[in-house]
């Protein structure tokens, strides 16, 4: 193994370790809530942000609550699908179905 290669591991395990040892040097990012998808064409996984639901009125709120089987009080922010998508490698667009919602409940 040459020296240059060798300084460059040295550097890297040094830096694992200390990351390690003190999460506060390490960058910070702020997480969103996505819906992962796959494409129906190239098969590729996408992730996709989920959009926060508007609420008209009080009585909207309980409607969509209780469509997609969520508490307001307690999921704090209600969010929902995307209405379509963009696959990251074939660019193919999509429309899309909410994974907590069953369609069947409408046939009843
Ligand atoms: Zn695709």
Avoid at 49 to 77: I, N, P, T, W
Avoid at 88 to 98: H, K, P, Q, V, Y
Wanted: net charge negative; glycine share 6%.
């Amino acid at each position: 193994m040459d020296r240059e290669r060798r300084d460059l591991q040295e550097l890297r395990a040094k830096g694992v370790s200390e990351g390690m040892s003190d999460e506060n040097d390490l960058p910070r990012v702020h997480m969103e809530q996505a819906f992962r998808w796959f494409c129906p064409g190239c098969k590729t996984e996408n992730f996709d942000r989920a959009v926060e639901v508007e609420f008209e009125s009080r009585e909207h709120m309980q409607e969509v609550c209780e469509g997609l089987g969520v508490d307001k009080y307690r999921e704090g922010e209600i969010v929902e699908v995307p209405k379509t998508v963009t696959c990251r490698s074939c660019l193919i667009l999509c429309t899309t179905d909410d994974p907590r919602y069953d369609p069947e409940e409408d046939d009843v």
